[in-house]
């Protein structure tokens, strides 16, 4: 079973709180989610590997740690994720970004990917896909099913608010990836919103309502 990692550092649960209201704007809602994204980021790659290496200060020469194994790959899944792109690119600035799309057909109901544009060394990479918010877990689902499918095999989920459902979906369809996520909430409503949640997160980053 993945692991599932809940941030719950106090600067990440206030923000997350004025993210909530309803009647925090877009501008403010977007630098909300761009800064969670960033502290998120901290805890998501904390357990990257490091290797020693030679530094000369002005100084002394001393042995300093850089980054080794994995490259990180950022994928939003669009549109909602596209917000938390600056957050972790202002923490890896290097990091590469893939987009996936996915829409919902209306007779399956099933998520289908309708845009998918990766790094080409993807499978390479350690990959971590954004979404603020993990409700029924179906696009996160389908977008990691696409990712496996072209040789993906190091896989950790970023997201803001969880609920219970989408987590217990994504660790059944997917036990070796891990899940970061800000806050667990209650429950889905029947329209598969999270509650108490935030509301539609693409809409509020966006402004379309
Ligand atoms: N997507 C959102 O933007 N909000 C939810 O509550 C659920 C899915």
């Given at each position: 079973?993945?692991?599932?990692?809940?941030?719950?550092?106090?600067?990440?649960?206030?923000?997350?709180?004025?993210?909530?209201?309803?009647?925090?704007?877009?501008?403010?809602?977007?630098?909300?989610?761009?800064?969670?994204a960033?502290?998120?980021?901290?805890?998501?790659?904390?357990?990257?590997?490091?290797?020693?290496?030679?530094?000369?200060?002005?100084?002394?020469?001393?042995?300093?740690?850089?980054?080794?194994?994995k490259?990180?790959?950022?994928?939003?899944?669009?549109?909602?994720?596209?917000?938390?792109?600056?957050?972790?690119?202002?923490?890896?600035?290097?990091?590469?970004?893939?987009?996936?799309?996915?829409?919902?057909?209306?007779?399956?109901l099933?998520?289908?990917?309708?845009?998918?544009?990766?790094?080409?060394?993807?499978?390479?990479?350690?990959?971590?896909?954004?979404?603020?918010?993990?409700?029924?877990?179906?696009?996160?689902?389908?977008?990691?099913?696409?990712?496996?499918?072209?040789?993906?095999?190091?896989?950790?989920?970023?997201?803001?608010?969880?609920?219970?459902?989408?987590?217990e979906?994504?660790?059944?369809?997917?036990?070796?990836?891990?899940?970061y996520?800000?806050?667990?909430?209650?429950?889905?409503?029947?329209?598969?919103?999270?509650?108490?949640?935030?509301?539609?997160?693409?809409?509020?980053?966006?402004?379309?309502?």
């Open positions: 079973m993945g692991k599932l990692v809940v941030t719950d550092h106090p600067l990440i649960q206030h923000k997350l709180t004025i993210l909530r209201k309803k009647d925090t704007s877009s501008m403010e809602f977007r630098n909300l989610v761009t800064e969670i960033s502290l998120m980021c901290y805890e998501v790659t904390r357990d990257l590997e490091l290797r020693d290496i030679e530094v000369e200060t002005p100084l002394a020469k001393c042995t300093g740690k850089e980054i080794s194994g490259k990180i790959g950022f994928v939003p899944i669009l549109r909602a994720g596209l917000g938390m792109v600056d957050g972790v690119l202002n923490i890896i600035p290097g990091a590469r970004v893939g987009h996936i799309g996915m829409y919902r057909d209306p007779e399956t099933k998520p289908v990917s309708y845009y998918c544009k990766l790094p080409k060394d993807v499978s390479e990479r350690l990959i971590i896909p954004l979404d603020p918010m993990l409700a029924t877990g179906g696009t996160l689902i389908a977008a990691i099913d696409e990712l496996k499918s072209l040789g993906v095999t190091s896989i950790r989920t970023l997201n803001i608010i969880a609920a219970p459902e989408g987590i979906a994504v660790q059944k369809a997917h036990p070796d990836v891990d899940i996520v800000a806050c667990v909430d209650e429950k889905l409503n029947e329209d598969a919103y999270i509650v108490p949640g935030l509301g539609d997160a693409g809409d509020r980053l966006f402004g379309t309502k």
